[in-house]
């Protein structure tokens, strides 16, 4: 574990229970992927992350004691420290530490800390896609909180809407705004496709703005697909010829059903297994042109520069 400065053995990075994010939540984090490319180990869009994260801080005033080299850089060495030559989840965070019960945090000192662990899939069904539910839960967001920010605090709202989606039997729960439209799932950003148009909602409906979002974006647009942001309205769901869902844990994932309604023919649509295709090969360094979104841990490159076909 990364913490606070230094490398130490995971029993050692321990926090006191007085801890001020324990009790309001007041943190901010990231989930990076690295995944294991021939000979090495590559961090997908490390900066990116690191950049949201201290976006995210800012929102809340937070003073993050690190630079986004400085984060990157204690990523790539904490993965080399372990040895890690496998597929990673990474878990930065930074929350307000022992200063009291104060709510106004900005005295509070703030740590940083960095995980990295071997993970494969977070949906692991063994299911071809999701079959998820809206709801009865709305996104955390304005005029409450800055729902774009990534803070430890908003994610019990997504607690609540993934468990009561699990209690009722499906695989996650896709929220609406405050105001009805379609907004997200609980830890991904969704897509739809209806006669061949690929719809995503923007901002101005209380997304996180997810990194897998704006690289399946710049696929899209990079293949010359039709696509719009907009608003989707919730009826859109039960008439549309495919849905996905982004994010770094979920990947591209396929959706089958909502509210048990079938979407399309209830198997992952073409669109969308394009999409997941193209994915992959962006994120395992077999795409030439988006190689500037790797980070290399251990620096060979020689495997990319065999197997990429672009
Ligand atoms: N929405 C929410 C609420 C999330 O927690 C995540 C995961 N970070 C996403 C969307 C997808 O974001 P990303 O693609 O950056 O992982």
Redesign the pocket.
């Known amino acids: 574990m990364w913490f606070d400065g230094e490398i130490v053995p995971w029993e050692k990075a321990t926090i006191h229970v007085f801890t001020h994010a324990l009790h309001y939540g007041s943190g901010v984090f990231?989930?990076i992927r690295a995944y294991q490319a021939g000979d090495d180990v590559v961090v997908f869009r490390l900066r990116d992350?690191i950049k949201?994260m201290i976006e995210s801080a800012k929102m809340y005033s937070f003073n993050l004691p690190y630079s986004n080299q400085e984060m990157c850089d204690a990523t790539v060495a904490l993965i080399a420290k372990n040895d890690f030559h496998a597929s990673l989840y990474i878990r930065p965070i930074a929350f307000k530490g022992l200063g009291g019960i104060n709510l106004d945090a900005r005295a509070t000192p703030t740590s940083v800390s960095i995980m990295a662990f071997p993970y494969a899939k977070y949906f692991d069904g063994g299911k071809p896609g999701l079959d998820i539910c809206v709801s009865s839960w709305r996104?955390i967001g304005e005029p409450a909180v800055p729902g774009m920010a990534?803070a430890c605090g908003?994610?019990i709202n997504?607690v609540l809407a993934r468990t009561e989606s699990a209690e009722a039997g499906f695989d996650e729960a896709l929220f609406l705004d405050s105001h009805g439209n379609v907004c997200?799932?609980?830890?991904?950003?969704i897509f739809i496709v209806k006669d061949g148009m690929i719809a995503t909602p923007g901002f101005s409906s209380g997304?996180?703005?997810?990194?897998?979002?704006?690289?399946v974006m710049k696929l899209i647009r990079d293949l010359g697909m039709p696509f719009v942001v907009r608003r989707i309205a919730r009826a859109e769901l039960y008439s549309c010829d495919e849905a996905f869902f982004?994010?770094?844990?979920?990947e591209v994932m396929p959706i089958l059903s909502i509210d048990r309604k079938r979407v399309g023919s209830g198997k992952p649509g073409e669109v969308t297994s394009k999409l997941k295709a193209e994915y992959e090969r962006v994120v395992t360094g077999l795409n030439e042109k988006y190689r500037h979104y790797l980070t290399f841990v251990y620096g060979t490159r020689q495997y990319i520069r065999a197997t990429s076909n672009n």
């Open positions: 990231e989930g992350h949201r996104r990534k908003h994610y997504s997200e799932g609980t830890g991904e950003n997304i996180l703005n997810g990194i897998t979002r704006q690289t982004t994010g770094t844990a979920a």
